[in-house]
């Protein structure tokens, strides 16, 4: 079975400063990953994703995400954060069955 | 990517009633759509797979006779909520599977928000 954890379910950060969203899997054979964010009153829109090949994986708005297997962690960074970034940002996981598993999420406030 | 609409984004209704809730593939020929419930502040659950041509699946704990899902064709999967109550009431997403290969994607719509009175 595979299952995500979002550490912290809220987290809150300055403008301008580092953001760091937490994300480990539970998969028995390797995953293919996602990060999402979500808007208020929005569906979901792909921030980025990792199936195969390079770790490090570039995605929109200045996000990015490394693959660890080692510590079965897809961790999601952006250098400097801006007011624009507040909302929900899942990450997900399938092991290539086209369904995704959620984790619980992490709502990201950005203070001015 | 493919382009999702729902339709309506907003609805209100009384206790008992039906509702019907409309997800549109608008550039992409979708065999597969996913339906998706959303509560507040918590994370999205997988309600059901829908499969243009044939029944839908429905995941564990999830009422098929309650949700009832059709996807007639390969732009458009309905769903509706029969004899709705409060509990009902909650974020609803679909979403358009474009998987292709290894590259594993899906394409979620706005959403539609249900309130039942």
């Known amino acids: 079975a595979q299952s995500v954890t979002q550490l912290g379910s809220h987290v809150s950060v300055s403008e301008g400063a580092l953001v760091l969203l937490r994300c480990n899997y539970s998969s028995s054979v390797p995953p293919y990953l996602f990060w999402y964010v979500q808007y208020p009153n929005q569906g979901l829109q792909l921030l980025l994703k990792?199936?195969?090949?390079?770790?490090l994986v570039k995605g929109i708005n200045g996000f990015e995400a490394e693959f660890k297997k080692s510590e079965t962690s897809f961790h999601l960074t952006k250098p400097s954060a801006h007011m624009s970034d507040a909302a929900e940002y899942f990450c997900?996981?399938?092991?290539?069955?086209?369904?995704?598993?959620f984790g619980s999420g992490t709502q990201l406030t950005v203070l001015p | 990517g493919a382009v999702v609409s729902q339709h309506p984004s907003r609805v209100i209704c009384k206790s008992g009633t039906s509702v019907k809730i409309e997800c549109r593939s608008l550039d992409f020929q979708a065999t597969t759509m996913f339906w998706y419930r959303q509560f507040p502040k918590k994370s999205l659950m997988l309600m059901a797979t829908s499969n243009e041509g044939s029944k839908a699946t429905y995941e564990q704990g999830v009422e098929k006779d309650k949700f009832l899902i059709n996807h007639a064709s390969l732009t458009l999967s309905t769903l509706t909520v029969t004899s709705a109550h409060p509990e009902d009431s909650s974020f609803y997403i679909c979403s358009v599977d474009q998987t292709s290969g290894s590259s594993n994607e899906q394409f979620f719509g706005p959403g539609t928000r249900l309130t039942v009175l």
């Open positions: 990792y199936t195969t090949g390079a770790t």
């Open positions: 997900a996981v399938t092991y290539g069955a086209r369904q995704l598993t």
